[in-house]
């Protein structure tokens, strides 16, 4: 059945019967003019939305309705992994096209709770609207943090190592492998590998759990998530922070499949690792002392390898990686949503 | 010049530059990976996202792309009104084509900052996204409230007034004439009233201070803003109440001007007033003995009319609005974004 049969109204509610859970803190969920929530005393909100939409940010033919419902909520969880927050709830606006299945939208909405729970958020509003034009969902999420465990983009020290969570490739990847076998399947990559490169493409998991070790440790500096790709975001930092960044190519933690499948379709793997977009790993700043006591406190406590990835350098030295001996010019090479 | 022209990043730097304000609560601005923001202590935060998409809720034929930044935020500061609340944050989303028009962007942009600053609000975040389909513009407001201030749709009790502030029919009449207006100039219309109904329809005010005296009263039990119409939004107060609405046709106050173009378009006023969505006007139910004189302070304190146009009943009695010595059944006449 498509959305035609179904009225907006019947929608709305069908919808809140999926979305439904309670939180100490929710005063007014869904079906008023607004919600309402409550704040931990002392704490500052933290606001961020994230649009997606369907052809550009994701395809139906590459991932399930769940699977694409999990992946936008994630993006927005990461936003609040970036500042050391705690996400708390969220709103989703969606606009579908007249010929959108409702087990679609089931779907969506189930992968955006599966997500959404497992990090202890609520959905409490939204807005649904019809489109000529292609499914677009946008999210904001509200999160939560103590002012002083807040970490910016602009924290960033000429001295202090760049550190990453996590392994890079894998959702590029992932996206690359499934390009490619839209043409004919694609024989040689191991079962493994391709779960692997997939799910970090369909599936990604946010780091608050991380995000909230690396803030009580007291000496990051600044943080942000990669959902643009490593160069385009650490250089973010670099810009924010008024510094140079250098990075060093040989300790990129370029995942093992994500490397398998780079070289069966013949991509570079250093750009691989470079470029890749939406991994929602964390990459930080961390006074140089420190930095590998965190990296081993953080796989310690979440079973997450975190690596020293390069050094924040002053900003005259500019924007660096280092490969093999070369020192080349460091430029974003992640996606632009209006040059292509 | 079109977006085809202008990456992401610097579309982003210039819109950074026309939203920027200043508020003592805003903590972290646009530019990190969330906006971070300061509560009143002890206040509920409130939260609502509207979504707009060309060709559906707005058309650049009938508007100057500042009126439809306007009026995009306006409708998510009504929504904040529709509580009794204080508006105060704004995320904003926009999906723009490839040939949308710099120039476009910067009203869009001058628009809703317009109307924000008047009522008291700064957009500290948003997103930007290329698009295949229609322009599509998604706002979410935050706005804060003391828990004991809140006005629901669920407060009504049989016996209590329903009250409507300023006058009805004037949006819908404005969008009547520009339809019909496009297939051949109108005669027979008034200066005035054409620029009165045009205004209803391109440049709504949210009714903000108007709802904080309802709040103050404490003879309030619920409200909503009329944003799918009187006939539709009403019932939301009944059903969320649990109670049964008598509205009395001969009450409503409808829009002289608009009255003359329903004249002139051949439309029936009444049914004019009951279903013109996007007024923005707000519907409450008032305690009996007290709505004449919440009627009058709110004129009083604002200049706002404020006209008593129907009853709460008991649930049994069903939802009716009379007309001459007829009672009809009441029913939603507003917009449904899925059945056309």
């Not at 931990?40 to 909100?45: E, F, H, N, V």
């Not at 649009?51 to 699977?67: A, K, M, N, R």
């Amino acid at each position: 059945m498509t959305l035609k049969a179904y009225g907006e109204f019947d929608l709305i509610q069908r919808i809140r019967e999926r979305i439904q859970g309670d939180d100490p803190d929710l005063v007014i969920g869904p079906g008023d003019d607004t919600a309402a929530v409550r704040h931990t005393p002392g704490s500052l909100s933290l606001l961020s939305t994230d649009t997606f939409v369907e052809g550009l940010d994701f395809l139906e033919e590459f991932s399930s309705w769940h699977q694409i419902g999990w992946k936008c909520m994630a993006a927005n969880v990461s936003d609040i992994a970036a500042m050391a927050g705690r996400p708390r709830f969220a709103l989703v606006s969606m606009c579908l096209p007249d010929e959108t299945e409702i087990v679609a939208v089931d779907h969506l909405c189930d992968g955006m709770v599966d997500l959404a729970r497992q990090y202890g958020v609520l959905i409490i509003g939204g807005d649904l609207s019809g489109t000529p034009g292609p499914l677009t969902i946008s999210i904001t999420i509200m999160g939560e943090v103590a002012p002083n465990q807040v970490i910016r983009r602009s924290g960033a020290e000429a001295g202090d190592r760049i550190c990453v969570t996590g392994e890079l490739g894998g959702a590029e990847a992932g996206l690359r492998l499934l390009q490619a076998s839209t043409d004919e399947p694609l024989n040689g990559i191991l079962p493994d590998d391709y779960a692997n490169v997939l799910s970090r493409h369909r599936t990604p998991r946010p780091r608050t759990e991380e995000g909230r070790i690396i803030a009580d440790s007291g000496c990051v500096g600044a943080m942000i998530d990669i959902s643009d790709g490593l160069s385009a975001d650490i250089l973010h930092i670099g810009k924010e922070s008024g510094v140079g960044i250098a990075l060093d190519a040989s300790r990129l933690p370029l995942n093992t499949a994500a490397a398998r499948t780079a070289s069966l379709l013949e991509i570079d793997p250093i750009s691989l690792a470079m470029n890749s977009g939406e991994e929602f790993e964390l990459v930080c700043t961390v006074s140089r002392a420190q930095a590998d006591t965190l990296c081993q406190k953080v796989y310690d406590e979440t079973g997450t390898r975190m690596s020293v990835i390069g050094e924040v350098v002053p900003q005259a030295l500019g924007n660096t990686w280092l490969h093999g001996n070369t020192t080349h010019q460091l430029n974003a090479g992640g996606y632009d949503h209006f040059r292509k």
